[in-house]
């Protein structure tokens, strides 16, 4: 099969282009270094079945990053049968410097001049059949993002995939040498093919940063963003989230219950208490997620997230971080897996490891489920958000701490240069796109580990057959006494020690298994914790769950992109301790002050 | 014209890149990031508390941080170098 690498420097829409031609869900993101891993998608390209692999962007063939690493080796190891290019048109003043590195190692080449409409805008005209001409490269103006070029793109790629498969230049590095050569040729093409304004107008960027990076306002600005950005994830989700929980119990009592009637007690026990109960509760939280990564798509398709690592870089550097290190603590408000990858932009392997140890504390759309599901039922309508974006707090806290302790043990003098892309709007489309990647991504960890520790819990629960369910005689309960010296001084009791347990696989889990455990779902299950606990329990079980380790998912990546055991039973040994010591402090002052 | 560098350089101020003095990897990047001899520059703003500065080359606007920017050396206005 005939093999198409996209390459391109970081933010050029490789991605975008991607999903366009092969219908696939890569994510996007206006973040240079978005996507740090290699993706592949198969489509008809005249009449043959052509391969098409998305690269993480590179600045040039010599990166010293993992991520630029990696495209280097597949390119060394893996010649493909074309390079389709991509470069930014509004930037091309420098991102030719590229093409021509690339241009240099022989590889059959398609060069395509991505968001052409942003430069239009800018006032830069390039004329691509003239560049086309001196460079001996088809080169085509595109923008994969709305679709203008696309076909004659399309036409071009089918065209060059004829031509034989050139061999790679043997001495990859030598051939990397000539730079200096670079500079002359990119002079002489720029002159002849582009026409850049004199003095750039002022653009709908300028103006915004002028309010959302001022140096006073600006930090305000973006908390007070966040705050709104909660405040309506919970105003528009939690009813939502309440009415799916009602639909899937009248469902049980309508239908369900009458189809099981026939099967053994345990056997529909299982089915119903169990499996049903537990699965439902937590998915009754799609159309959350599905409202918080249309939220995140927004923020992170904007271009903000780069003004917030220019906010933040002088605090973060006192705590032995850098901007970026900000920036993946807020996608880590999605899930944790993906930012833990996206460290793969630092160069330095200690401010990789110090990144990556308090990237955990971020509070992910998982954690927050459990959040919104306690919060709206221990405390008041008003009062519930300002609860919850207190635990977003205490994320940062837990974070800043962590990395204020063991800074010095990470040392780094790693450089931040970063580029500030302008504001951009995602369409409906992508907007959309993201939902449906994170709604099939929780479908699949509700198919992987939700159903199985749903059932777990219920047997745990419901074993010996002798004991009462839910008793303090069944398997579960033995489990919590035995662990009741740990908890109680956390207010934590026996039901919650055991959902906090499953807990460590994945936090969907620990509202399901409170179901289980104590067989109620939904606005009763509500009830029933609003009854047995009260606020500082609650809070002090929402703070562990908070600050000890995310998933097992989270684990196994802290693992794979540390490749150092060592490193990651330390992260793991650190968040147990802090999670136990918060809760301790929290609920023992709380406590003494009379709460 | 005293040789000056980019990190003192006032908001708002025009100037010409003359040298960039920095290790092989930093000045690979910033070479693909549009930093070259004789590239004008502009000092669009920089954060509180000795944060980092925002410099605008051509297109592209681009974050560093101060000791970054004292290893790029500018002369004052457009077409000094």
Request: aromatic share 10%; net charge neutral; with cysteine.
């Amino acid at each position: 099969m005939k093999r198409i690498a996209l390459l391109g420097m970081p933010n050029t829409g490789k991605s975008t282009l991607f999903n366009r031609m092969t219908g696939g869900a890569a994510r996007v993101g206006n973040w240079p270094g978005i996507t740090v891993e290699l993706l592949s998608g198969k489509i008809l390209l005249g009449g043959d079945m052509v391969e098409i692999i998305d690269l993480p962007g590179i600045y040039d063939l010599h990166g010293f990053s993992d991520d630029e690493q990696v495209v280097r080796h597949f390119l060394h190891d893996n010649v493909p049968d074309l390079a389709l290019v991509i470069l930014n048109a509004t930037q091309i003043e420098r991102q030719m410097s590229l093409l021509l590195q690339l241009k240099q190692l022989n590889m059959n080449v398609v060069v395509l001049l991505n968001m052409s409409d942003e430069a239009r805008k800018y006032g830069i005209t390039i004329d691509s059949g003239k560049m086309s001409e001196m460079l001996g490269l088809p080169i085509y103006l595109l923008s994969g993002k709305y679709g203008a070029g696309y076909q004659d793109a399309i036409q071009a790629v089918t065209k060059a995939l004829r031509y034989p498969t050139p061999g790679m230049a043997e001495q990859l590095r030598s051939q990397l040498e000539q730079d200096e050569h670079i500079e002359s040729e990119m002079v002489r093409v720029l002159r002849h093919s582009v026409q850049v304004p004199v003095q750039m107008p002022e653009h709908l960027t300028d103006k915004l940063d002028r309010v959302m990076l001022h140096p006073w306002l600006g930090l305000p600005i973006f908390f007070g963003i966040m705050y709104l950005l909660f405040q309506g994830i919970f105003l528009l989700g939690q009813p939502l989230q309440g009415g799916v929980a009602e639909a899937l119990s009248w469902l049980r009592g309508a239908a369900l219950e009458a189809a099981v009637a026939g099967a053994p007690p345990w056997l529909s026990g299982l089915l119903l208490d169990g499996i049903y109960n537990g699965v439902a509760t937590v998915a009754a939280f799609v159309p959350i997620i599905v409202l918080f990564f249309l939220f995140m798509a927004m923020v992170e398709d904007s271009g903000y997230l780069s003004r917030a690592a220019f906010l933040m870089d002088a605090l973060m550097a006192r705590m032995g971080l850098d901007g970026r290190g900000f920036v993946m603590l807020l996608m880590g408000f999605g899930c944790n897996v993906p930012a833990l990858m996206g460290t793969r932009v630092m160069r330095s392997r200690s401010m990789r490891l110090l990144t990556m140890l308090v990237i955990p504390f971020s509070l992910c759309s998982a954690r927050l489920q459990v959040f919104v599901f306690i919060t709206a039922a221990l405390f008041s309508p008003q009062h519930a958000p300002l609860v919850l974006f207190s635990l977003y707090l205490f994320s940062f806290a837990a974070a800043i701490l962590t990395a204020l302790l063991f800074r010095n043990k990470f040392q780094s003098t790693e450089p931040f240069v970063l580029e500030l892309p302008p504001y951009r709007f995602p369409t409906l489309r992508q907007m959309l796109l993201r939902g449906w990647i994170e709604v099939r991504h929780f479908l699949s960890r509700a198919t992987q580990f939700i159903v199985a520790g749903v059932v777990l819990v219920w047997l745990l629960t419901n074993l010996p057959s002798s004991a009462v369910p839910g008793s303090a005689d069944t398997l579960a309960g033995m489990i919590g006494s035995a662990l009741h010296p740990i908890f109680a001084p956390i207010g934590i009791n026996e039901q919650l020690t055991i959902a906090l347990i499953f807990g460590f696989v994945a936090k969907e889990i620990v509202i399901g298994s409170l179901a289980v455990i104590y067989g109620l779902s939904g606005d009763a299950l509500s009830g029933a914790l609003g009854q047995q606990l009260d606020w500082v329990q609650a809070y002090s079980f929402m703070l562990f769950t908070l600050v000890y380790t995310p998933c097992l998912s989270t684990i196994a990546t802290l693992r794979s992109e540390a490749k150092d055991m060592r490193y990651t039973l330390f992260t793991l040994g650190w968040s147990l301790a802090l999670a136990w010591a918060l809760s301790f402090v929290f609920y023992q002052s709380a406590r003494a002050l009379g709460y | 014209m005293s040789a000056s560098t980019l990190a003192t350089l006032k908001q708002g101020d025009l100037a010409t890149i003359v040298a960039i003095h920095a290790d092989q990897a930093l000045h690979q990047r910033l070479l693909a990031l549009g930093f070259r001899k004789g590239k004008q520059i502009e000092l669009v703003r920089q954060a509180v508390f000795s944060g980092p500065l925002q410099v605008r080359l051509g297109t592209t606007d681009v974050v560093l941080r101060r000791n970054e920017a004292s290893k790029i050396e500018v002369c004052k206005g457009a077409g000094c170098a």
